[in-house]
């Protein structure tokens, strides 16, 4: 009876674990390096959260009409070494952010990507992706094209 209880516990730790370890993901299993984004709109709401943060926020499109986006982030320990803080990323600031669109185009509920750097009406222009396993290189498709 006491191996039993043994082995159920140490089945137990090792489920637990994988499935921790399954949550955080690489790169390049969600988003797709071919698929550049660039948006521009409004923040709203941000989500300080590990393993990555998440910005929401509402793009206006080239036509006029809005869509929603989720765009992950690094971690919330990252953006604020790089200076993204509870205080730069309010709701209602307007940004433009690079990225690349999540390989599940569907927009159900809100579009997804992932978020590479962020700029503000003020030129500043700040790193907030992720550089993890399968994160693309520095540099941006079009980089010297205005932004």
Known sequence: ?????????????????????????????????????????????????????????????????????????????TLLRQGLTHQILLPGTEIRVRGYQSKDPDCIPKCRGSGRDITFPDGRNIFMGSSGVGAPPGGFPEDDEDQ
């Open 1 to 77: 009876m006491k191996q039993f209880l043994i082995f159920m516990a140490l089945l137990g730790t090792a489920i637990f674990l994988q499935s921790r370890v399954h949550s955080h993901h690489a790169f390049s299993s969600e988003f797709d390096i071919d698929k550049p984004i660039r948006l521009q709109g409004v923040i709203t709401r941000m989500e300080w959260v590990n393993p990555h943060s998440w910005l929401h926020m509402t793009a206006t499109l080239e036509d006029g009409t809005e869509e929603e986006w989720m765009l992950e982030g690094g971690t919330p320990n």
